[in-house]
């Protein structure tokens, strides 16, 4: 027996204006009649539906995707509670949608080629199908429309299915291309071709490989905030590309996140519910190619303690992104020690959430903000360096993978290119997968003042050139490995005194904000190393640690560790 605890009542703006009320709990109340037959909810749901029937319009604040949420709520409801209404409530629906939809909008598609493409352009079909039978003609015109939108945003997941806004505009863009698709398949019996696309096929292991060992931890950037991040959409990919896989990580997600999903029962099948096996299958690492590309590297699946690490490339332009590249994080031990401390606050003036260059002027976005590289701070307005390129693209140059090492190599050359001929970071675990390597490679012709940063919400202890970060009895022990006269010291997340144009706000300030440091001169060839060592309550502090070699000669083996000669304690000498 299905116990909902649905609000059958809410408040609004009678007005209409601001649209306070989009319809986003309308499809619960739709699945819960199905489930059900319970007339109530078909009842609740047509109150609301009339209210957004009698709104003056759907496009609140002139913002498209509010025309996509409603259209899409309004229309997949209309289809789950059609028999529990009227011909009169009918008609009401379906003459909501006429005026609100295919009136206004048929002609005038969203024309953008990110997340908001398929959220108006397929809300907007969804409702179109929902009113098909009685409107052919409009609805069928608004269908071809949306069909022929859609695929410019499709090159989102191109190549092989990374996407450049992150994990939590994944979710939204990916979860209504399918709804759309979806609704096509079951009214009109083909989806033409929008799922052929090169990438959309795969984009579900991008969510596979970007979540970390555990449900709060996975590699965030840009406006992407959320931690685990699942979407019913997997189900509809399982049995839409015979890949269960998608299947079994949703299926994962739901039971660690105790949550449901509305289109579940249109979309599992006894073929889905079968585990496929996947994360015995997979290999641990993968880089993945497109706008912003992304490599992770793990030392084990379905292990809460095993290692993980994550960096990105691509560029600034992206819509969503900050200037963060050769941004990274790593994590443990079930702890993720370097972060984005940073909530999105697109309210900020001057701080839209599209590519805008007064976006750069706030520390959360600039790569001060980020675990990156800062060249030669002090720039002054009107004359102000952001710190990265802006225009340029960023791609990993080498990835590589075998039992005991993993790395990626992110060129950096053009991101950095007003300061050094050649800048490259390389990430990797090594020593049997259980320490960290982050090494970067600086060739200049001049001398340049270079930040290293690594932010943190941990503990953090510094001595010369050593740190251990700390969450209760868990640790991570660091060293600089090169340059050898480099110390860490621990900064506040806020922007360099002499950096003029970035700007700090406490109100975007959450948690200890703070972040490990290194500050140092680099004259010519150059390098920056640093391990990093997970250690539990009674691990010792390591000192093996790993020679540091140009990353052309990547990848390390158990040869290239420094070993210990000898000890010496008050002048006698153990061996």
């Known amino acids: 027996a299905a116990n909902f605890n649905i609000p059958l009542e809410f408040t609004y703006n009678s007005a209409g204006t601001d649209m306070e009320y989009r319809g986003a709990d309308l499809i619960i109340l739709g699945m819960a009649y199905q489930l059900t037959l319970d007339k109530k909810y078909a009842d609740a749901a047509y109150k609301k539906m009339e209210i957004m029937a009698n709104y003056s319009h759907w496009n609140a604040s002139g913002k498209d995707l509010n025309v996509g949420d409603c259209a899409k709520n309004v229309g997949i409801t209309y289809d789950l509670v059609y028999d529990a209404l009227s011909g009169e409530q009918r008609s009401v629906i379906v003459s909501a949608v006429e005026r609100h939809v295919l009136d206004t909008r048929i002609g005038k598609p969203n024309l953008n080629t990110n997340n908001w493409n398929p959220v108006t352009n397929g809300g907007m079909g969804i409702a179109a199908l929902a009113i098909m039978n009685e409107q052919p003609y409009k609805a069928a015109q608004m269908v071809v429309q949306s069909v022929s939108e859609i695929p410019k945003s499709l090159l989102e997941y191109y190549p092989d299915g990374a996407f450049p806004e992150g994990m939590s505009y994944w979710e939204y863009m990916t979860s209504n291309l399918f709804e759309f698709t979806a609704a096509m398949d079951s009214t009109l019996g083909s989806s033409y071709k929008l799922c052929d696309f090169k990438g959309v096929s795969q984009t579900g292991y991008f969510l596979v490989y970007m979540q970390g060992p555990t449900k709060k931890i996975r590699f965030k950037y840009g406006d992407d905030k959320s931690h685990q991040i699942g979407s019913a959409a997997l189900f509809y990919m399982a049995k839409k590309f015979e890949n269960p896989d998608f299947a079994e990580y949703q299926f994962k997600f739901m039971d660690e996140n105790n949550s449901y999903s509305t289109f579940a029962p249109y979309w599992c099948d006894d073929d889905t519910f079968k585990a496929s096996g996947m994360y015995g299958r997979l290999q641990k690492d993968r880089t993945f190619d497109g706008f912003t590309p992304v490599s992770m590297l793990r030392s084990a699946w379905n292990d809460p303690n095993a290692l993980y690490a994550a960096i990105k490339g691509g560029y600034p332009q992206i819509s969503h992104a900050d200037m963060d590249t050769g941004t990274f994080t790593v994590a443990a031990l079930g ?45 002054m307005y009107p004359d102000m360096e952001y710190g990265q390129e802006y225009g340029v693209y960023t791609q990993f140059e080498k990835s590589y993978s075998d039992e005991n090492t993993a790395f990626s190599i992110l060129d950096m050359s053009e991101t950095y290119r007003k300061y050094a001929e050649k800048v490259r970071r390389g990430i990797a675990l090594i020593n049997n997968r259980r320490e960290f390597l982050i090494q970067d490679e600086i060739q200049s012709s001049t001398s340049n003042l270079v930040y290293w940063f690594m932010h943190t919400d941990k503990e953090i202890e510094v001595n010369g050139n050593t740190a ?79 020679a540091v070699k140009s990353l052309d000669e990547w990848p390390l083996t158990e040869q290239d560790a420094a070993r210990l000669d000898s000890v010496t304690i008050n002048g006698e000498s153990y061996k």
């Open 335 to 379: 702890e993720e020690w370097s972060s984005e401390l940073y909530p999105r606050i697109d309210s900020r003036v001057g701080f839209p959430n599209q590519s805008r260059m007064t976006r750069f002027i706030y520390y959360a976005a600039s790569p001060q903000g980020h675990n990156t590289l800062l060249f030669n701070p002090g720039k």
């Open 468 to 546: 251990i970060l700390k969450s209760g009895s868990k640790r991570l022990y660091c060293k600089i490995l090169s340059p050898s006269n480099a110390k860490f010291e621990v900064m506040q997340d806020t922007a360099l005194p002499l950096t003029a144009g970035i700007f700090d706000y406490d109100e975007m300030m959450f948690g200890d904000g703070k972040k490990l440091a290194i500050k140092t001169e680099t004259t010519g060839n150059d390098k920056i190393a640093v391990w990093m060592v997970p250690l539990t309550e009674h691990d010792p502090i390591p000192y093996e640690e790993p």
